[in-house]
T-cell receptor, first 114, second 117 residues
Framework: GENVEQHPSTLSVQEGDSAVIKCTYS??????FPWYKQELGKRPQLIID?????GEKKDQRIAVTLNKTAKHFSLHITETQPEDSAVYFC?????????????FGKGITLSVRP | GAVVSQHPSWVICKSGTSVKIECRSL??????MFWYRQFPKQSLMLMAT?????????EQGVEKDKFLINHASLTLSTLTVTSAHPEDSSFYIC?????????????FGPGTRLTVL
């Protein structure tokens, strides 16, 4: 099955700096890669996703890049703010359809220092 | 759009009792719902995939007789933890898929914190 690795487990940045979070996956058949943000005790919120037919997607301060050859994808947050502090999970789905399911990475705790 | 609710948001029960958790898609019909379990400071672990009108597909290591899943309509799935024990204490989160134009996107409910005494 799919295996998603996420490193490091924690990341601390100064407010205003950029943060980059990287994930790798093992199944070359994976074609859908979402990123979720989860604040303590709350639900995971989808912040951006990318499909394997594109290499990059951007939404305001957030961007995701995908390298299918190397099987890794990254989340980029620019101009970080304290409210960006949360746990971020990457995930991969090996195929579309009714029975496709997400495999999550272990998560990274991002701390933005004011 | 794409709102998913869960009820209850938290529950405390005695060991040996059963607890039912509801997951509802409020503004779309969800052909597929997923149930996850999350321990403190850990990732989301998929327990089962639930398709409306059919039996749930459980992940390896998840006891189907202990975690009963029913997906009776396109907007409601339920998870019943039977004969709960302290080790079942966890944060249970559902997600739903298939909002209009949503494709593979899963939208999560707010979670249910279960504490078994």
């Amino acid at each position: 099955g799919e295996n998603v690795e996420q490193h490091p487990s924690t990341l601390s940045v100064q407010e205003g700096d950029s943060a980059v979070i990287k994930c790798t996956y093992s199944d070359s058949a994976s074609n859908y890669f979402p990123w979720y943000k989860q604040e303590l005790g709350k639900r995971p919120q989808l912040i951006i996703d990318i499909r394997s037919n594109v290499g990059e997607k951007k939404d305001q301060r957030i961007a995701v890049t995908l390298n299918k050859t190397a099987k890794h994808f990254s989340l980029h947050i620019t101009e970080t703010q304290p409210e960006d502090s949360a746990v971020y999970f990457c995930a991969a789905s090996p195929h579309t359809g009714a029975n496709s399911k997400l495999t999550f990475g272990k998560g990274i705790t991002l701390s933005v220092r004011p | 759009g794409a709102v998913v609710s869960q009820h209850p948001s938290w529950v405390i029960c005695k060991s040996g009792t059963s607890v039912k958790i509801e997951c509802r898609s409020l503004d779309f019909q969800a052909t597929t719902m997923f149930w996850y379990r999350q321990f403190p400071k850990q990732s989301l672990m998929l327990m089962a995939t639930s398709n409306e009108g059919s039996k749930a597909t459980y992940e390896q290591g998840v006891e189907k007789d202990k975690f009963l899943i029913n997906h009776a309509s396109l907007t409601l799935s339920t998870l019943t933890v039977t004969s709960a024990h302290p080790e079942d204490s966890s944060f249970y989160i559902c997600s739903a898929r298939n909002p209009p134009g949503g494709g593979d996107t899963q939208y999560f409910g707010p979670g249910t914190r279960l504490t078994v005494l």
